[in-house]
């Protein structure tokens, strides 16, 4: 099973990126797929999360209204678009998946991309 995300970068304050994750070795539309973050010295925090089926969505507060998770099932790939960035948002990304459709358990993790915003 491999998560490999990708797409982080640096950007100026206002600016946006687009995070893709790319799942193999799972049938990738059975798995309900979040973006978490992790900036330094801080713990890790949920971001975002897409259900299997629906395709349901739940944003942080931090980041509602400017980030928009979706998926592609064919391509085995979820999305993060983050738009109007700013410095608290950098952090390293990553993106999981969860086969359980209840609960905050989450099978597989990515390598995590860096996002780096400058002010």
């Known amino acids: 099973v491999q998560l490999q995300a990708s797409g982080g970068g640096l950007v100026q304050a206002g600016g946006s990126l687009r995070l893709s994750c790319a799942a193999s070795g799972i049938t990738f539309s059975n798995y309900d797929m979040g973006w978490f973050r992790q900036a330094p010295g801080k713990e890790r925090e949920f971001v975002s999360r897409?259900?299997?089926?629906?395709?349901?969505?739940t944003y942080a507060d931090s980041v509602k209204g400017r980030f928009t998770i979706s998926r592609d099932n064919a391509k085995n790939t979820v999305y993060l678009q983050m738009n109007n960035l700013k410095p608290e948002d950098t952090a390293v990304y990553y993106c999981?998946?969860?086969?359980?459709?209840?609960?905050?358990?989450?099978?597989?993790w990515g390598q995590g991309t860096q996002v780096t915003v400058s002010s």
């Open positions: 999981a998946g969860k086969l359980r459709p209840w609960g905050e358990d989450y099978n597989y």
């Open positions: 897409i259900t299997r089926g629906s395709g349901s969505t």
